[in-house]
């Protein structure tokens, strides 16, 4: 009986043993097997639904809020005193975006044209698109940078041109005509006849260009030769660079085009993409890991060097002829208009800047941009892209408009773009790239475990089992040192009782 018990231990042993070799081979096979199923759904493919819905038609909510700057003073700005400005907003709108005119290639690419349009939203929103904010006038004071090295005849006959369309400094519009566009005499003239200098022939407003528009004909790489290429541009309207900088370095395409990015990051990964409009590639770099309802993250932010000058950044001299650092000159790509990119109130920037402007207060939580991005898939989970837009004023002689106004640049609004995966998306995502691998780990250590366990206890059973065993083997050995092998093992030898079949024999 212990003999067959004994052998059922053994048996035990040998399962225990084949468990824990299943889970120590499941530690290694399990994460090549969650990244095969990672690399299948990131490659730009109509059969992956997930994460191809989200490339195309970006189902999360997107939102865009805008900042105006409030001119409080702008007569005494004529005068060459200090602006003061209030912050106003933000006036929030849902931004639809759209993927069409979708064409595969042969070179595992995929070409797209992006549609934006943009939608008030009034319950997001301090205030409504019927308030009247007072900024600069960038048709004038932009127009009178921009003409300051002509003959001073000509600035003569500019300046009277704009008092003949009764163009002055500041404007004082409402919200959505400063944002989508008002009527202009000035506007209407100048596409009559100088077609082409001003960004868009209709109305003229600071985003009429960017409302049902397409940001031009992307070909990114699919990811489906290699997947550290997926999402990366491969061309932006035909061209690997562009020609609105001094250097090729600066020129460079770079990145991918700003949605997703390749999967498998690393802290050391930065965040590489073209915008087109900044008119340049741009880099966000590591800052710190996260976790946003469940699934883990690595936060992305702008490095100071993103906006610095060439003095400051060697590399950036191409993006010049530069100012203070914090500033990006986006005139070459913008019809020579002297405007200048920043982080919102000049965070990140040259101090100097804040004392040229009344009503500035910069932090990162308001005014830093960042994304959260998920680093085994590169999607991102939230993104808050936040910038500024600012106009270079001067005095410009000949041009009575510009008055007595002080060299300043000269804060206009700032926007940020924010959004974040949330709702069913959020629970696919949740559930694939956060349950599914914790199952198949807990599975790896669990089988590891209970082989362990189980080689535990069933070695103790069977040196149980053998006990008795061998303890009537002892014994015998002990008290009977006469015996034969055959009697230890069977654990039978009697002396008295030998002799008494002897005596039998002998009768």
């Not at 040998?14 to 097997?33: A, D, K, N, Q, R």
Request: glycine share 8%.
């Amino acid at each position: 009986m212990s003999s067959t018990k004994s052998r059922v231990a053994v048996g035990f042993i040998v399962v225990g043993v084949l468990t824990v070799v299943f889970g120590t081979v499941l530690t290694f096979v399990g994460p090549l097997i969650i990244d095969d199923q990672i690399v299948k759904n990131t490659v730009i493919d109509p059969n992956n639904e997930l994460t191809y819905t989200m490339w195309k038609d970006v189902p999360v909510p997107f939102y865009m809020s805008v900042y105006f700057y409030n001119v409080l003073n702008p007569m005494e700005i004529l005068k060459g005193e200090k602006p003061m400005v209030e912050q106003r907003g933000p006036y929030v709108y849902r931004k639809r975006i759209q993927k069409d005119n979708i064409t595969f290639h042969e070179n595992f690419t995929v070409s797209y044209r992006e549609y934006r349009s943009y939608y008030f939203e009034p319950s997001m929103s301090v205030g409504t698109e019927s308030d009247v904010v007072t900024i600069p006038n960038m048709l004038v004071l932009g127009a009178a940078v921009m003409m300051e090295n002509l003959p001073y005849a000509v600035r003569l006959m500019i300046s009277a041109t704009f008092k003949t369309f009764k163009e002055g400094p500041f404007l004082t519009k409402t919200v959505g005509e400063l944002m989508w566009g008002y009527d202009s005499g000035l506007v209407d003239f100048l596409n009559k006849y100088l077609p082409g200098m001003l960004p868009s022939s209709g109305k003229f407003g600071l985003f009429a260009e960017f409302n049902n528009s397409n940001t031009g004909l992307f070909n990114i790489f699919t990811g489906k030769d290699n997947i550290r290429n997926v999402h990366k541009v491969d061309s932006w309207n035909g061209l690997t660079e562009l020609s609105y900088w001094r250097t090729p370095q600066c020129n460079k395409i770079n990145g991918t085009a700003g949605q997703m990015w390749p999967p498998f990051m690393t802290k050391e990964t930065t965040l590489p993409f073209y915008s087109p409009d900044a008119c340049r590639s741009l880099e966000l770099v590591y800052q710190r890991p996260g976790v946003m309802k469940g699934i883990p993250l690595y936060r992305y932010v702008a490095p100071k060097t993103m906006f610095a000058n060439g003095t400051d950044y060697e590399p950036n001299e191409g993006f010049c002829p530069c100012r203070q650092s914090g500033l990006l000159n986006v005139s070459s790509c913008r019809q020579n208009s002297p405007v200048f990119i920043s982080h919102p109130h000049f965070f990140n920037a040259d101090p100097v800047l804040l004392d040229y402007v009344h009503g500035l207060s910069p932090n990162e939580e308001e005014h830093g941009l960042f994304i959260d991005i998920h680093p085994q898939t590169g999607v991102p989970l939230n993104v808050s892209i936040r910038l500024q837009l600012n106009l270079y004023m001067k005095k410009v002689s000949g041009i009575t408009e510009t008055g007595k106004i002080s060299e300043v640049i000269m804060p206009m609004l700032w926007f940020e773009e924010s959004g974040y995966i949330d709702g069913p998306i959020l629970t696919t995502f949740h559930t694939n790239l956060v349950i599914l691998p914790a199952v198949m780990e807990f599975m790896q250590y669990g089988f590891i475990a209970m082989g362990l366990a189980t080689i535990i206890i069933a070695s103790l059973l069977h040196r149980r089992f053998r006990k008795p065993r061998e303890d009537v083997w002892i014994s015998t050995v002990l008290h009977n040192p006469g015996a034969t092998d055959k009697e230890l093992v069977n654990g039978s030898h009697d002396p008295a009782e030998k002799k008494g079949d002897m005596g039998k024999s002998e009768k």
